[in-house]
């Protein structure tokens, strides 16, 4: 099998394994503390990434050495208090429609690229931008007589991950990917750990199976996504992942009874068109600056 179809075969993987994961989480949720659940699957994650790093060359020495600290510890900080906010999504909005809402992520990625980034962004991502936000608001549907203010978790859960997204890209300018992803597990284990133990509760003997369930999934599905993003560019992974929000779809309504309306079908359709084009041409901006860096650097030669 070449690189390419590797590359694919693990990005299904880890998409797969993902909504698994959500399903479990879910199910972890609605019975105990979202942070308590998010704090054992944090302390896997970040044992994960400390075997990663102290395999790599140079060992954790060389991994922990970066030139944003602050900035990594954000991160960190950001993606582990982005679950709990998840978690409690997946329970209290269900999984399908929060999945419909978190599908968004790209679209808040691309508008706060902008102010924080200060990327330019033209006419046709802005179109994308709109259409996307038009697609979160069916999906909302705020002015519907069933209006639910739980709806708003997942949004604000998008938002937190577009800005752990913003954050990423920032630091890779100067720190590599396995530094970024040392910190994310670490840093995420530590910080939840300052919170968790208030919330802790003791699991049945078969939730521990299933939380145990839950760290398997939630090591394999990085270690795959990580490995499919080191054989196939970004524009490539992304697209995909929007598989994502038809799997919560089929496990949503199959495995708990959740129902899908009008809205939340519309508007996932379009929030993920417009996720997929803004990605798109999120790659055909870089592929043209690298060009143009390529012919200034020959001609300055």
Known sequence: MDSKRTGYLFTLLAILIFSLQDAISKHLGSLYPPVFIAMLRFWAFGTFAMALGARSPGGLKVVAATKRPALQILRGVLLAFQIVVTITAFTKVGLAH????????PIFVALLSMPLLG??????????????????????????????????LPLISALMFAVYVIATRLVSREDTASTSFFYTGVVGAVAISLVGPFFWTNLTPGDWLWMGLLCITGMSSHYFLIRAYDLLDAAAVQPLTYLQVVLAAIIG???????????????????????????WRESVVARRRAA?????KNTGK
């Not at 929060?98 to 992520?105: D, E, N, R, T, V």
């Not at 033209?122 to 038009?134: E, H, K, M, S, Y």
């Open 98 to 105: 929060s999945q419909a809402i978190l599908a968004s992520g």
């Open 119 to 152: 990327e330019r962004v033209g006419w046709r991502r802005w179109t994308a931008i709109g259409i996307g936000l038009c697609g979160v608001l069916i999906i909302l549907n705020p002015a519907g007589s069933a209006f639910d203010m739980g709806v708003l």
């Open 253 to 279: 309504v199959s495995v708990f009874g959740e129902t899908l309306n009008l809205n939340m079908v519309l508007g996932s359709a379009i929030v993920v068109g417009a996720g997929i084009f803004t990605i």
């Open 292 to 296: 143009e860096n390529r012919i200034g």
